[in-house]
């Protein structure tokens, strides 16, 4: 795929060696998010809103702020640390903000293959049918969709 160079320098801007955009190299297995972008079965949208959710996912630890250890012995001169940053809590207002949008199920399916990295067969029933299979990419693509729409990311409509 054609990405940013992250070596451009604007100095050099019209020589051939300096290009602002390069091939690089991307594993489509690394999630399912990357394997249907390059299937060509969601668009540039909806890779953005599967970014940014997968960004504000990270930003909470996975499945959310750990416990306070209050028996840990603490370093003299060390100051005890927030627990819980200012990006944390602004992570989980937005997410909190996403479940409104898309509901329970919505929010669930949004999780495993978003956040936590599931694909499309761990996620429907073992065993299931080629028409479960699919709609639970429509409901993905549905779901992508709404979360496009709420960040303003959405390029057309459906």
Known sequence: MTVENPFYS??????????KHINAVVNIR??????????????????????KFRALWEAMGGKGAS?????REHVDGGKRSDPITERQMNAADELRRTRRVLGDNGYWLI???CGEGFSLHEVVQPGASKRAKLAAANDLRACLDKLAEMWGIATTRR
């Open 67 to 71: 416990a306070i250890d209050y028996g």
């Open 10 to 19: 604007r100095a050099h801007a019209g020589d051939p060696t300096n290009p």
């Open 111 to 113: 999780c495993r293959i």
């Open 30 to 51: 690394e999630s399912a998010i990357t394997m249907l972008a390059s299937r060509n079965k969601i668009d540039a949208a909806q890779v953005a809103a599967a970014t």
